[in-house]
């Protein structure tokens, strides 16, 4: 079989369609938050009559001393530590489940996965209620244990080291991921020859296995630095408290100040000074996953992963190991479900009598509940099959054609990975506030706006292509199948388990999803993480635990359905 | 010499006052009949107010007034540029707008709202402020909340000032939200740059907690012991539900003029008019009072606590058109200060 099959009408409208999509979805709104940074004054939209061309916003930015005395290093600062922690303990984790014998690796995989499957701004509370300075539970019950006469502490959550630590957690699954896959497929035989040579375990790490994976680490970390330079949720609930001031809640404030009116084109300009950040970093991302094919260690040939005994280091493996998943999963999973019953009684000065149902009532009879759970599940269903559908159709245009642009809309579709959600919500909000659309306050605006995650589902419906052969495809051309039968028959059954990996990891997104929403959101397309940030403020303790505690239940099925999913495919 | 009042006596005057609840003859006027069945026929109605327990009442007691019409509520703080970028993108999704007139002024400002006639809902000329705009509803005044097994009210100072001294560091919390228009009240008794000093002082020495979580959980959980500029008739709600704190209002005291509009475009004209005169009516008045421990702080009030301040001599700001700008500059001159935004 030589040569590609023929490509019909059908096969050139298609992708042509779906190129102009993306190009709608996600270059429209970027090139319309360009516009908004130079157009004037600065409360008015950019295409509003009266508004006009201006350097002011641009000007203010770089006179603006918080922007670069505090903001700019307090974000540096923040990401960094971020990033850096995030690693260590992602490392540890991920060598531990991949490479070591420990015992329940399987339960572990998922108990670690959990901070990366509910709405950061649940794990927030939850970490308020254990670790605030004077009163959190974990440092009342550790200051009674030790028999501590100091009234504060020994964590404080409220300054740049909380929110480094706090973020680390909630970060850690999505670099433990990516490791994991990457010491999966590392093969030992180099391990396995350093140890033949006498290297002892610490020697064969440092000098053999680090370097090794060093490329399959840097890749990850320049990835997770790009992720918490967007981190929102954090900074506001953390941070803003301890006044650490970052740029995605700085944007925050220029659309939603304290008082006065939102300015957009500040807002505008504080985002292009950012995304210049996430475009170096994404820059560098290109570069280095690039340079990671001189590093090829999954070969044709076969290799079987060895594990380390862990020996004496078991214990300590496993109190590190108790120690993250009690912080990030289950301790502020305990708190949730304890505050939707008995409030903010501590447990041990709780009785019977103060455990009560009505917070599962009040939520379950109001009928915003209802809708913000509709609206979630429309909005995360719809978001992933939309983005699965164009992310296909994008990574066979790009793998399997020559046409034109095919090469600028892979870029297009991977640069949007750099792009803070912040800042997506403000360019989605102008655009179809400019546009006479009618969608804005709609959930349609929120399944657009949740498109922007369309590099995540990109890359794997790309890399599953690259691995079918196009034979297959030439096969069908020449039996007689047209282009759209043989892509329905062939090509889509063989992508069938990427494409609903993807949609299990856009859905998780969706559901979990608080910056877009909040910058979006009106009483119709309010979401669940949107209305435990409602209740949260309105000072609902308990409905806030009930809500939370429901949305775990929600979610605890997809983890599990995930898990089994995505290991065996 | 100002005198501290007892949260037990305001609960007994807001009982008090639901008790007396004032005549309805302007509900049965042929003009608000043929209004209701105009809103009827809508069917429904949507309300924005700034904070949550602003609005959570008004759907079962305007429900109860007119039945047959369904309310839909939104408490935010950010209301105010919410409906302004909504409006400036052509999309009217609400109806009627309950905030300060501080908040208010630069909705105003850019033609969100449309005039009503108020006085078909029993207001008086002078409850009809902006040319008609904005028809005034409710007063509140800034208070100091304090645990009751941390401090007796005794101790704790009469006057805002006072509340920067070292003694107080780490134990208090405030609200992002709330602080700076507190402080802006006082700037004018202060002047602007007292303002800025003062707010200074509070987060840089203070190490004052900001947020925009409710503060009554940090109360409750003993992380602060004190919460600086709450909304007086929250602190009430939270006494009634058993939290165990008190609450002192202190000198200058501040208040917040609270007031209704009926937005410019809006999806249901004749039940915005219906919910926005309701609201501002001696009816709404009495409603928000039973169901919120609202008190009324203009001068002559009856009310036990504003009573017993006027009585007292205390200094009293009110927040009015004439005095809306300048605290709106303060405000905006030390929200920046306050949030970590500004020096």
Request: hydrophobic share 50%; with cysteine.
């Amino acid at each position: 079989m030589t040569g590609r099959p023929q490509i019909d009408l059908a096969g050139r409208l298609i992708p042509a369609a779906a190129g102009l999509l993306v190009v709608l979805i996600l270059g429209l709104p970027l090139v319309v938050l360009i516009y908004t940074a130079f157009r004037g004054p600065g409360d008015f939209l950019p295409f509003e009559d009266g508004a006009r061309w201006t350097l002011n916003n641009v000007a203010n930015l770089f006179d603006d001393p918080v922007i670069l005395q505090q903001v700019l290093p307090n974000t540096l600062i923040f990401v960094a530590g971020t990033a850096c922690l995030t690693l260590t303990i992602a490392f540890v984790l991920a060598w531990l489940v991949e490479r070591t014998e420990l015992r329940g690796r399987d339960f572990l995989f998922s108990l670690i996965l959990f901070p990366s499957l509910v709405p950061t701004v649940l794990l927030a509370i939850a970490w308020i209620t254990l670790l605030s300075p004077n009163a959190g539970w974990a440092n009342l019950a550790i200051r009674s244990a030790l028999g501590l006469s100091q009234s504060q502490g020994p964590f404080n959550l409220f300054n740049m080291w909380g929110l480094i630590v706090c973020q680390s957690l909630a970060s850690t699954p999505f670099m433990f991921l990516l490791l994991t896959a990457t010491l999966r497929t590392m093969n030992p035989s180099l391990e396995e020859a350093a140890q033949a040579s006498g290297a002892n375990f610490f020697q064969t790490f440092r000098r053999v296995t680090i370097p090794i994976l060093l490329p399959g680490i840097l890749a990850p970390f320049i990835l997770i630095t790009l992720i918490t330079l967007e981190q929102f949720e954090l900074p506001l609930i953390i941070g803003l408290p301890a006044r650490i001031n970052v740029f995605s809640y700085r944007i925050y404030n220029e659309l939603n100040p304290a008082s006065g009116l939102p300015n957009y084109g500040g807002a505008a300009a504080v985002s292009i000074l950012f995304l210049m950040l996430g475009f170096l970093a994404l820059l560098l991302y290109n570069w280095v996953t690039r340079e990671n094919a001189k590093y090829v260690t999954v070969t044709g040939k076969a290799y079987r992963q060895s594990r380390f005994a862990l020996g004496k280091w078991a214990i300590p493996a496993y109190i590190f190991l108790g120690i993250y998943i009690s912080f990030a999963a289950v301790l502020p999973a305990l708190t949730l479900l304890w505050t939707s019953f008995f409030g903010f009684r501590m447990p041990g000065s709780a009785s019977w009598a103060d455990f009560s149902f009505s917070a599962y009532l009040v939520l379950l009879s109001d009928p915003t509940f209802w809708r913000a759970a509709l609206n979630t599940l429309i909005v995360a269903v719809a978001s992933g099959l939309i983005v699965v559908l164009l992310a296909t159709i994008v990574a066979w245009t790009v793998t399997r054609t020559r046409f034109f642009g095919r090469r600028a809309l892979e870029m297009l579709t991977f640069t949007s990975l750099g792009i803070p959600s912040v800042i997506v919500a403000f360019a989605v909000m102008v655009v179809y506030l400019s546009l006479p659309l009618q969608i804005y306050g709609t959930v349609a605006i929120l399944v657009l706006a949740y498109c922007y995650r369309m590099a995540t589902v990109t890359r794997i419906t790309r890399s599953s292509l690259i691995q079918i052969h196009p034979e297959l495809e030439e096969a069908a051309a020449a039996s007689g199948a047209r282009w759209f039968a043989t892509q329905w028959y062939v090509l889509l059954p063989l992508m069938m388990p990427s494409l609903i990996s993807g949609f299990i990891i856009m859905f998780i997104i969706g559901v979990r999803e608080f910056t877009i929403p909040l910058v979006l959101y009106s009483p119709e397309n309010v979401v669940l993480s949107v209305l435990l940030w409602q209740t949260f403020q309105a000072g609902q303790p308990s409905v806030t635990a009930a809500l939370a505690t429901l949305i775990i239940v929600l979610v605890l099925p997809v983890i599990f359905f995930a898990r089994r999913f995505l290991s065996t495919n | 010499m100002f005198r501290s009042i007892t949260s037990g006596l305001a609960l007994i005057g807001a009982l008090t006052i639901s008790a007396a609840a004032p005549a309805q003859e302007w509900k049965e006027s042929p003009k608000i009949q043929a209004l209701y069945k105009e809103a009827q026929k809508e069917g429904s109605v949507v309300i924005w107010g700034t904070n949550a327990a602003e609005v959570r009442w008004i759907p079962d007691a305007f429900t109860a007034a007119f039945p047959g019409i369904q309310v839909e509520i939104l408490g935010d703080n950010d209301i105010v540029t919410k409906a302004i970028t909504e409006a400036r993108g052509g999309r009217h999704s609400v109806d009627v707008f309950q905030a300060t007139l501080n908040s208010m002024i630069p909705a105003f400002e850019r033609n969100l709202f449309t005039a009503i006639d108020w006085s078909m809902f029993g207001l008086r000329d002078s409850d009809a402020v902006l040319k008609g705009h904005v028809g005034l509803s409710h007063t509140t005044a800034y208070a100091l909340v304090f645990r009751t097994d941390k401090f007796k009210k005794a101790e704790l100072p009469n006057n805002w000032l006072e509340m920067a001294d070292e003694k107080y560091r780490g134990q208090m919390v405030s609200s992002l939200f709330l602080l700076p228009r507190l402080i802006g009240g006082i700037g004018l008794e202060i002047g602007e740059q007292g303002a800025v000093e003062y707010a200074r002082k509070l987060v840089g020495g203070s190490n004052l907690l900001l947020t925009r979580a409710p503060r009554d959980t940090f109360l409750q959980t003993g992380e602060r012991s004190i919460a600086l500029g709450e909304i007086d008739h929250l602190v009430r709600a939270w006494i009634a539900n058993g939290l165990p704190v008190d609450y002192k209002i202190l000198t200058p005291v501040i208040t917040s003029q609270f007031g209704v509009s009926v937005m410019a475009k809006v999806p249901h004209p004749s039940a915005a008019r219906l919910l926005a005169g309701y609201l501002a009516s001696p009816d709404g008045r009495a409603a928000r009072t039973k169901a919120t421990f609202q008190f009324n702080y203009l001068p002559g009030s009856t009310d036990p606590v504003p009573a017993a301040l006027q009585a007292a001599g205390a200094k009293i700001i009110y927040d009015t058109v004439e005095n809306m700008g300048e605290r709106a500059e303060i405000i905006n001159r030390v929200s920046p200060v306050v949030t970590g935004q500004a020096r």
